[in-house]
T-cell receptor, first 115, second 114 residues
Framework: AQSVTQPDIHITVSEGASLELRCNYS??????LFWYVQSPGQGLQLLLK??????LVQGIKGFEAEFKRSQSSFNLRKPSVHWSDAAEYFC?????????????FGSGTQLTVLP | EAGVAQSPRYKIIEKRQSVAFWCNPI?????LYWYQQILGQGPKLLIQ????????DSQLPKDRFSAERLKGVDSTLKIQPAKLEDSAVYLC????????????FGPGTRLTVT
């Protein structure tokens, strides 16, 4: 069965510092991978997605992620964090079950940004 | 383009009471999802509709949870009777054939069961 692991429950960085959030997946076929962000009291907003092709994908708000098949990873990065990036980040993988395509989420990483 | 709408945004009930949540997906989106997000966890799929038919409800606790999407547009999720462990955020999402696997999420309903 497919699964997603986000090893870091909580990360704290200073504003302007670089950021990397880790995501490892388990899925037999070529995965469709996503990163979502959730601000307090809000729904999930899509940051970026990987379906195929170039393994380095660019997203909104200056985020990027790199798909590494050999490591089963899809880590999220940002070169310089802004205070407004403080939120919870979820990695997800799409799996197929019969005719259904479903998202399986990791448990999330809470990001705190220090001034 | 309007996003996914959900109501109410917040609900507090006592255990053994019933509650209903409403979701209106993005216009034209045939697929609708209900997720449960318990504090500190990622969202977990409860049920998936394709138009007005159920595609997958394998993780829906059918003894107390029910959901419908009668006209293939908006949907209602009901809990009866509620338990303390049902306290969570209930998220609705929708997707279209052209959006592929990309899902668009509503703001969620935060349920507290006391």
């Amino acid at each position: 069965a497919q699964s997603v692991t986000q090893p870091d429950i909580h990360i704290t960085v200073s504003e302007g510092a670089s950021l990397e959030l880790r995501c490892n997946y388990s899925y037999g076929a070529t995965p469709y991978l996503f990163w979502y962000v959730q601000s307090p009291g809000q729904g999930l907003q899509l940051l970026l997605k990987y379906f195929s092709g170039d393994t380095l994908v660019q997203g909104i708000k200056g985020f990027e992620a790199e798909f590494k098949r050999s490591q089963s990873s899809f880590n999220l990065r940002k070169p310089s964090v802004h205070w407004s990036d403080a939120a919870e980040y979820f990695c997800a993988v799409v799996s197929s079950s019969g005719s259904a395509r479903q998202l399986t989420f990791g448990s999330g990483t809470q990001l705190t940004v220090l001034p | 383009e309007a996003g996914v709408a959900q109501s109410p945004r917040y609900k507090i009930i006592e255990k053994r009471q019933s509650v209903a949540f409403w979701c209106n997906p993005i216009s034209g989106h045939a697929t609708l999802y209900w997720y449960q997000q318990i504090l500190g966890q990622g969202p977990k799929l409860l049920i998936q509709f394709q138009n007005n038919g159920v595609v997958d409800d394998s993780q829906l606790p059918k003894d107390r949870f029910s959901a419908e999407r009668l006209k293939g547009v908006d949907s209602t999720l009901k809990i009866q009777p509620a338990k303390l462990e049902d306290s969570a955020v209930y998220l609705c999402a929708s997707s279209s054939i052209t959006s592929g696997s990309e899902q668009y999420f509503g703001p969620g309903t935060r349920l507290t069961v006391t």
